[in-house]
Protein backbone atom coordinates (compact mmCIF):
# COMPACT_ATOMS: atom_id res chain seq x y z
CA UNK A 1 0.00 0.00 0.00
CA UNK A 2 1.15 2.99 -1.20
CA UNK A 3 2.43 5.65 1.74
CA UNK A 4 -0.69 8.35 0.17
CA UNK A 5 -3.04 5.40 0.12
CA UNK A 6 -2.61 4.97 3.73
CA UNK A 7 -2.08 8.60 4.66
CA UNK A 8 -5.74 9.08 3.04
CA UNK A 9 -7.53 5.87 4.90
CA UNK A 10 -6.42 7.45 8.46
CA UNK A 11 -7.62 10.66 7.30
CA UNK A 12 -10.87 8.68 6.27
CA UNK A 13 -10.91 6.95 10.22
CA UNK A 14 -10.34 10.24 11.36
CA UNK A 15 -13.38 11.86 9.45
CA UNK A 16 -15.54 8.79 10.66
CA UNK A 17 -14.65 9.18 14.13
CA UNK A 18 -14.86 12.99 14.18
CA UNK A 19 -18.57 13.09 12.57
CA UNK A 20 -19.55 10.19 15.03
CA UNK A 21 -18.64 12.32 18.00
CA UNK A 22 -20.22 15.43 16.36
CA UNK A 23 -23.48 13.39 15.95
CA UNK A 24 -23.48 12.84 19.85
CA UNK A 25 -23.25 16.64 19.99
CA UNK A 26 -26.25 17.62 17.91
CA UNK A 27 -28.44 14.66 19.74
CA UNK A 28 -27.72 17.43 23.23
CA UNK A 29 -25.79 14.42 24.40
CA UNK A 30 -22.64 16.46 25.85
CA UNK A 31 -21.08 14.35 27.77
CA UNK A 32 -20.90 11.20 25.48
CA UNK A 33 -19.85 13.83 22.87
CA UNK A 34 -17.01 15.40 24.89
CA UNK A 35 -15.70 11.92 25.89
CA UNK A 36 -15.50 10.86 21.79
CA UNK A 37 -13.93 14.00 20.84
CA UNK A 38 -11.44 13.44 23.54
CA UNK A 39 -10.82 10.56 22.47
CA UNK A 40 -10.35 11.62 18.88
CA UNK A 41 -7.53 14.11 20.06
CA UNK A 42 -6.00 11.51 21.47
CA UNK A 43 -6.04 9.39 18.52
CA UNK A 44 -5.53 11.84 15.53
CA UNK A 45 -3.57 14.46 16.65
CA UNK A 46 -1.88 15.23 13.41
CA UNK A 47 -5.00 16.10 11.67
CA UNK A 48 -4.67 19.51 13.60
CA UNK A 49 -7.62 21.39 11.36
CA UNK A 50 -10.09 18.90 12.58
CA UNK A 51 -8.69 18.31 15.96
CA UNK A 52 -8.68 22.15 16.52
CA UNK A 53 -12.47 22.17 15.95
CA UNK A 54 -12.56 19.20 18.23
CA UNK A 55 -10.89 21.42 21.12
CA UNK A 56 -13.76 23.97 20.35
CA UNK A 57 -16.68 21.66 20.54
CA UNK A 58 -15.46 19.67 23.94
CA UNK A 59 -15.05 23.54 25.25
CA UNK A 60 -19.20 24.24 24.30
CA UNK A 61 -19.83 20.56 25.47
CA UNK A 62 -17.75 20.85 29.17
CA UNK A 63 -20.06 24.54 29.18
CA UNK A 64 -23.32 23.14 28.42
CA UNK A 65 -25.55 22.56 31.23
CA UNK A 66 -26.71 18.55 31.28
CA UNK A 67 -30.44 17.84 30.58
CA UNK A 68 -32.42 17.77 33.15
CA UNK A 69 -35.08 15.03 32.86
CA UNK A 70 -38.28 15.26 34.33
CA UNK A 71 -40.23 13.02 36.44
CA UNK A 72 -43.61 12.88 35.19
CA UNK A 73 -46.01 10.30 37.55
CA UNK A 74 -49.03 12.46 38.44
CA UNK A 75 -52.32 13.99 36.91
CA UNK A 76 -51.01 17.08 37.68
CA UNK A 77 -47.24 15.91 36.50
CA UNK A 78 -48.79 15.08 33.30
CA UNK A 79 -51.32 18.29 32.49
CA UNK A 80 -48.44 20.72 33.49
CA UNK A 81 -46.43 19.05 31.08
CA UNK A 82 -48.33 18.79 28.33
CA UNK A 83 -49.61 22.60 29.22
CA UNK A 84 -45.47 23.40 28.17
CA UNK A 85 -45.35 20.95 25.26
CA UNK A 86 -48.42 23.10 23.71
CA UNK A 87 -46.67 26.15 24.57
CA UNK A 88 -43.43 24.58 22.65
CA UNK A 89 -45.32 23.68 20.23
CA UNK A 90 -45.12 20.17 20.25
CA UNK A 91 -48.25 19.05 19.77
CA UNK A 92 -47.85 15.60 18.91
CA UNK A 93 -45.87 15.55 22.65
CA UNK A 94 -48.63 17.38 24.10
CA UNK A 95 -51.55 14.71 23.05
CA UNK A 96 -49.86 11.82 24.50
CA UNK A 97 -49.10 13.76 27.83
CA UNK A 98 -52.96 14.20 27.49
CA UNK A 99 -54.30 11.08 27.08
CA UNK A 100 -52.05 9.56 29.69
CA UNK A 101 -53.66 12.17 32.14
CA UNK A 102 -56.78 10.36 31.27
CA UNK A 103 -55.87 7.34 32.15
CA UNK A 104 -55.74 9.10 36.00
CA UNK A 105 -58.83 11.27 35.66
CA UNK A 106 -61.55 10.41 33.05
CA UNK A 107 -63.91 12.84 33.62
CA UNK A 108 -61.72 15.78 34.01
CA UNK A 109 -63.23 18.30 31.57
CA UNK A 110 -60.26 20.06 31.65
CA UNK A 111 -58.16 17.40 29.91
CA UNK A 112 -60.73 16.77 27.46
CA UNK A 113 -60.87 20.62 26.31
CA UNK A 114 -57.12 20.47 25.92
CA UNK A 115 -57.34 17.53 23.98
CA UNK A 116 -59.86 18.99 21.30
CA UNK A 117 -57.56 22.19 21.61
CA UNK A 118 -54.09 19.80 20.67
CA UNK A 119 -56.19 18.18 18.01
CA UNK A 120 -57.77 21.01 16.34
CA UNK A 121 -54.36 22.49 15.96
CA UNK A 122 -53.37 18.87 14.26
CA UNK A 123 -56.58 19.41 11.65
CA UNK A 124 -57.84 16.69 13.30
CA UNK A 125 -62.18 18.11 13.15
CA UNK A 126 -63.54 15.10 14.08
CA UNK A 127 -61.16 13.94 17.11
CA UNK A 128 -61.72 17.46 18.13
CA UNK A 129 -65.28 17.79 17.95
CA UNK A 130 -65.31 14.60 19.88
CA UNK A 131 -62.69 15.76 23.08
CA UNK A 132 -64.81 19.15 22.80
CA UNK A 133 -68.13 17.86 23.31
CA UNK A 134 -67.15 15.32 26.24
CA UNK A 135 -65.22 18.38 27.76
CA UNK A 136 -68.77 20.58 27.57
CA UNK A 137 -70.83 17.76 28.72
CA UNK A 138 -68.65 17.35 32.01
CA UNK A 139 -68.34 22.03 32.45
CA UNK A 140 -70.67 23.95 30.30
CA UNK A 141 -68.37 26.59 31.01
CA UNK A 142 -65.75 25.38 28.35
CA UNK A 143 -68.34 26.00 25.40
CA UNK A 144 -68.49 29.93 25.84
CA UNK A 145 -64.07 29.65 26.24
CA UNK A 146 -64.50 27.10 22.72
CA UNK A 147 -66.56 30.19 21.00
CA UNK A 148 -64.56 32.58 21.99
CA UNK A 149 -60.60 30.41 21.81
CA UNK A 150 -58.74 31.58 18.43
CA UNK A 151 -57.53 28.21 17.96
CA UNK A 152 -61.51 26.78 17.37
CA UNK A 153 -61.41 29.36 14.53
CA UNK A 154 -61.22 26.80 11.89
CA UNK A 155 -64.68 25.05 13.31
CA UNK A 156 -66.71 28.19 14.46
CA UNK A 157 -68.65 27.98 11.06
CA UNK A 158 -68.80 24.03 11.11
CA UNK A 159 -72.22 23.32 12.13
CA UNK A 160 -70.93 20.14 14.11
CA UNK A 161 -69.44 23.00 15.91
CA UNK A 162 -72.37 25.16 16.98
CA UNK A 163 -74.66 22.25 17.73
CA UNK A 164 -71.62 21.10 20.59
CA UNK A 165 -71.34 24.72 21.65
CA UNK A 166 -74.47 25.73 22.07
CA UNK A 167 -75.85 22.61 23.61
CA UNK A 168 -74.56 23.82 26.63
Known amino acids: MSEQKQKKDEYQKALAAFGQAMKDFHK?????????????????????????????????A????KKETVQIKTFE?????????????DL?????????????????AKI???????RCRLGQADDCLESLKKAIQKDKLFAVL?????????LWEDKRFKVITRLA
Open 146 to 154: AQNEADFAP
Open 92 to 108: DGALKLLEKALEFKTDE
Open 112 to 118: HYLISDV
Open 28 to 60: GEMQKAAAGLKSFVEKYAEERELVDRARIYIAI
Open 77 to 89: DHFHYAVYKINSG
Open 62 to 65: MKRP
